[in-house]
Every structure is written in structure tokens, then in C-alpha cells.
């Protein structure tokens, strides 16, 4: 089972789910699953994987074809590589060490390949290549997130005054109940200003935090202006009140109603459910007291928001694009000062750059097999200035087998062209944006686009790659680019988007926030993984707001799973 959002307690283990296995074992043995991940473990300067046990499955007696039944938990990172190892052993004693146990067989994978496939099934391994005769292990995942949202509009008449020099300030706030019996806050609104009959901007809460899941859970609501208490059970009472807003932080309470969540959700469709609400005080001390307004629920909704997880689950394909900056001022490839020039150790930040990235990605495209682009180099035979060439110099077919395979192309490729320029992104941008529109006409969920630009300096077509990339938030695609070498990248800081909205020349702007950019040179001293993480940990949402906005649900939808 996989855990999402990512910062949960209570402990985890990267067996993302429950694994049965099956093969020609003798009778009598009794299998059980083990499973690890990897530790980080420091040897001088060099830092060495190694897998670390978190937990087991349960014995099971006597079976060759066992199907376990614990579930196991781990918190999942879309832009991590996380390494799992599962393990079968045929327990034949008390002790809880394993070195005393027949090892049956393992397999080697990663979270992300569990979680792309709809059934992960493996060969076990004695060892890497050498199979553990005939058996094998199946592994499924599913995530134990609860992804409805309580949708809420409301609204109010009448209410009191309770400003001596003008009328109320009314807010609602909402809370639910802890197991120990305490309220704790989960939704307050905006404040309407001098207003006694006001109406407040249609809202939204996850279920999971409204009310932990539970219907049958308290839920108070609270407004400073409005106190609501809504409990989920369809037959407990709560209270409602209605409180004013003051700025020295004292709020006056208007009143409170009772009500529950499955009365609320009766509202809709022009029919709405009102309550009066009732500040106990006054209704204690004034004997004609009747209300101090009315408290309307225009619509209660629960629906469901899809999760990154929901989509790539459901068969949501991720394609992985890259695109090189081959223009000169990157220097000879020859020189050791050129940032394309490749180590003795076989890598320079072009190379780290692409197996960073790519080595997550990959794991969500079935096939491996990713365009891969070089822009600013003349190319053979005609030797002009190409901003849109495959790195295999095949045009009609510029897949590269699995990130390895990009690699290899760009190294086949650096002595057989000419470095040269300008600096342009949008044909690269506009290529891949051809086939996102494409995938976008399918109507569906099913294929999602990220593009890896690497680049060393300033874009030339910065107008041009303005409009590219204000099309481009329109369909389903991100854009990561990562800058080498030490130039000044206030263009791709201005492209990112981060201080404000990206508009095109033309004051058009971008639908959503789609491109990411970080500087290599923060990355230098760190480790592989880090770039990644940084490069990688906006998609999820990216992707999910895209169709959101679009109103796809994923290909196959989810069961609803709670925690």
C-alpha cells in the first residue's frame, strides 16, 4: 500500500503492497516475504547503496503458491528513485534472523515501476541473472488516500449588528473532533466586510480532513461573523455559530444552528436548507427573542479529486522528451574547459543532467524508448544550423532506447557536428507540443509529455519561446530546464514563473505554471538523486491540475480506499 500525501508518521516499508508468489517448491516449506530498501552508507567520499530490512509479511505453512495478506506501507516521491528488494524465505524456525533460513529467491525493482504497472510480475533471483527455478512474485499497489472533497456554498440573512459604528464582519470556520474530544480547525473563509446579509465564496474540503473519513464524526464549523458545528452523522446534532470579526483579534458571536452533514447535502438545485441561528445567551435572557438570522446552505457536494497517483495507476503514460544545447559558446567539445567535454570518468553536467532526470522518468513509460533533440549545431551533409535534429540523425525515428540510449547517441553525435547558434527553444518546445495536442484530441487521460532542455547560456528567441511556452500550459506537458555552466540565466529565472504569471508578448498568459528551472552548479557537490527532486517535484501537481482542469479522470478510476 502506498501512503500520499508524503509526510505521514508511524513507520513505512517500500513493499508497496501485499506480494504473492508462486513456483515448484518442495511440500512443507512454510515462505514468507522480506522486504528493504536502500540506505545511503558512506565509504570517504563515495557513498554506497545498500538495502536495509523495514518488515515482513506473515508465514504462511505449507504452501507453494502463497498469497500474502499483510499490507505494506511506504510513502511515495514521484520525483525520487526509490530502490526495493523483495525477498522470499522458507521460515523453518523460531528465530528472526534470516542468515539461519533457505532463501528462495528476490527480485530487485523500483517503487516507480510497481506503481506504473497494472501487476508487476518478476522471475525470483538467486542472484542478479541466475533464476530461482520456476518462481515468481506478483506485487500490486494502491494508495490509501481518501480523494473526496466536501464542495460547500452558503450563505446568510439577516444577521445581527454587532459593530457600534457599523454592521458585522461575518467568517465562518469549520473543525472536526479528535479522538480525545478536542475540536481542531480545518477551513476558515474570508471575512465579509460590514455586511449582514453576505454570501461567501463557494469552498472546498478534502473528506479526509473534513472529518478524518468518518460520517459518522463530529464536524463544527465556526465563522467569526458565523460559528457552524456540522456533525457527519446523519442523525447526531452539533451546534452552528455565528460570530463577528473585530481587528484586535476578539470576534462577538452572532449565534449557532445545529445540523448534520447528510441534511447539508440535501441543498442544490435551487432548493435550499436553511437553519436560524441562535445566540444561547440571548435566547436565554430574552423572552421574545427569536433568531439572530438565517443561515443558508446553497450546496453541499462531495466529489471526487484524482490524485498524480490515480492517473499513473490508471494508465496514464509519462513521455519523456530531451533537448541539448549545442551552440558554441558551450566550447570545443575537445577542450577540457567546454562544458560538452566528456571526463575520463565518462560524464560531464550534460550527461548528469540527462541520467538524473531520465532515471526517474523512465520508469513510466513502458516502451523506453524517448525522443532525444540537439538544437544550435550545424549537421551534416548540408551543415546548416538545425534548432530541431535527432541525436541519432534519424528524423523519422528519433527514439533512443531507455535513458542509456540517450546517452549514447549524444556521445556518437559531439565529433560529427559543428557547435554554433543562436540559442532557440521554441522549436524544440513547439515539436513536443505537436504531440501533446495530438494526445490532447484523445480526450482522455492517457498520455502526459515532459521536456528536459539543457542549455549553457541566454535564449536567443526569448519572444518566441514566450508564445511556445504560453501554448504549451495549455495541453498536457512541463517543461524542465536545467542550466549548465556558470552563465547568467535571468531569462529561464523570468520563463519559470515563479514571481508572477509567464505572459506572451502579446499580454496573453499562461494557463498554468509548466516549466521548472534550476541552475546544475547548485547541484555540483550533491548528489545525483538531488537534482531530480528538485527538477521533478512539481510535475505531480502539474500533471493532476492539468486534468483537473480539463475534467479527465483517469483511464481506470480508482477505488476509493480508506485509511
Known amino acids: 500500500m502506498i501512503r500520499w500525501p508524503r509526510a505521514c508518521p508511524g513507520w513505512s516499508c517500500p513493499c508497496p503492497a501485499g506480494a504473492s508468489s508462486t513456483g515448484t517448491w518442495a511440500p512443507g516449506r512454510t515462505p514468507s516475504a522480506s522486504c528493504c530498501r536502500t540506505r545511503a552508507v558512506a565509504d570517504g567520499l563515495s557513498f554506497t547503496p545498500v538495502f536495509v530490512q523495514l518488515d515482513r509479511t506473515e508465514k504462511i505453512k505449507n504452501c507453494q503458491d502463497p498469497e500474502f495478506c499483510k499490507k505494506l506501507v511506504v510513502d511515495y516521491y514521484f520525483e525520487k528513485v526509490q530502490k526495493l528488494k523483495f525477498g522470499v524465505y522458507d521460515i523453518d524456525n523460531k528465530s528472526f534472523d534470516l542468515n539461519d533460513d533457505d532463501y528462495l529467491g528476490g527480485v530487485e525493482c523500483t517503487l516507480g515501476q510497481v506503481v506504473s504497472s497494472s501487476v508487476f510480475t518478476r522471475a525470483l533471483e538467486l542472484k542478479q541473472g541466475k533464476p530461482a527455478g520456476k518462481g515468481t512474485i506478483t506485487i500490486s499497489a494502491e494508495e490509501i488516500k481518501d480523494t473526496r472533497v466536501v464542495y460547500l456554498e452558503i450563505e446568510a440573512q439577516n444577521l445581527d449588528k454587532k459593530d457600534f459604528l457599523g454592521k458585522s464582519d461575518p467568517f465562518l470556520e469549520f473543525y472536526k473532533q479528535s479522538d480525545a474530544g478536542t475540536w481542531q480547525l480545518v477551513y476558515r473563509s474570508e471575512v465579509i466586510k460590514n ?178 533533440f540537439g538544437f544550435g549545431a550545424q549537421v551534416p551533409p548540408s551543415w546548416q544550423v538545425s534548432h530541431e535534429f535527432a541525436l541519432n540523425f534519424n528524423p523519422s525515428n528519433p527514439y533512443c532506447q531507455g535513458i542509456q540510449g540517450i546517452v549514447d547517441a549524444y556521445r556518437q553525435i559531439l565529433p560529427q557536428i559543428q557547435l554554433y547558434g543562436p540559442t532557440n527553444f521554441s522549436p524544440i518546445i513547439n515539436h513536443v507540443a505537436r504531440f501533446a495536442a495530438h494526445s490532447l484530441q484523445q480526450g482522455t487521460a492517457a498520455q502526459y509529455f515532459i521536456l528536459l532542455i539543457i542549455t549553457d547560456g541566454e535564449i536567443t528567441d526569448l519572444d518566441q519561446t514566450r508564445q511556445a511556452i504560453v501554448n504549451a500550459s495549455k495541453l498536457p506537458m512541463s517543461i524542465i530546464i536545467v542550466g549548465v555552466g556558470e552563465a547568467d540565466f535571468k531569462a529561464m529565472e523570468f520563463l519559470d514563473g515563479d514571481n508572477g504569471v509567464l505572459k506572451s508578448v502579446t499580454g496573453e498568459p499562461a494557463a498554468r505554471d509548466i516549466v521548472q528551472f534550476v541552475p546544475f552548479r547548485q547541484f555540483k557537490n550533491a548528489p545525483q538523486e538531488a537534482l531530480s527532486q528538485m527538477v521533478l517535484a512539481e510535475v505531480p501537481k502539474q500533471l493532476v491540475s492539468y486534468y483537473k482542469w480539463q475534467g479527465c479522470p483517469p483511464l481506470k478510476l480508482p477505488e476509493i480506499k480508506a485509511m
Open 195 to 372: 455586511n449582514l446579509n453576505p454570501c461567501w465564496r463557494k469552498f472546498s474540503v478534502p473528506l479526509q480532513t473534513f472529518c478524518g473519513g468518518d460520517f459518522n464524526k463530529p464536524i463544527k464549523v465556526e465563522s467569526s461573523g458565523i460559528l457552524f458545528v456540522v456533525p457527519s452523522h446523519p442523525f447526531s446534532v452539533d451546534a452552528v455559530q455565528c460570530a463577528d470579526h473585530d481587528n484586535d483579534g476578539s470576534h462577538d458571536l452572532i449565534g449557532t444552528l445545529e445540523t448534520t452533514l447528510a441534511k447539508m447535502q440535501t441543498a442544490g438545485a435551487g432548493s435550499l436548507v436553511e437553519y436560524e441561528c441562535i445566540h444561547p445567551e440571548k435566547k436565554q435572557k430574552k423572552k421574545h427573542y427569536k433568531n439572530s438570522g438565517i443561515i443558508r446552505i446553497k450546496s453541499c457536494k462531495i466529489e471526487t479529486e484524482y490524485s498524480f497517483l490515480d492517473y499513473v495507476m490508471g494508465g496514464c503514460q509519462i513521455n519523456f522528451t530531451v533537448g541539448v544545447d549545442f551552440t558554441a559558446s558551450n566550447g570545443d567539445p575537445k577542450s577540457p574547459d567546454s562544458l560538452h567535454y566528456i571526463s575520463p570518468d565518462g560524464i560531464n553536467e550534460y550527461l548528469s543532467a540527462i541520467w538524473s532526470v531520465g532515471s526517474v522518468v523512465q520508469d513510466y513509460d513502458t516502451d523506453k524508448l524517448f525522443p532525444a
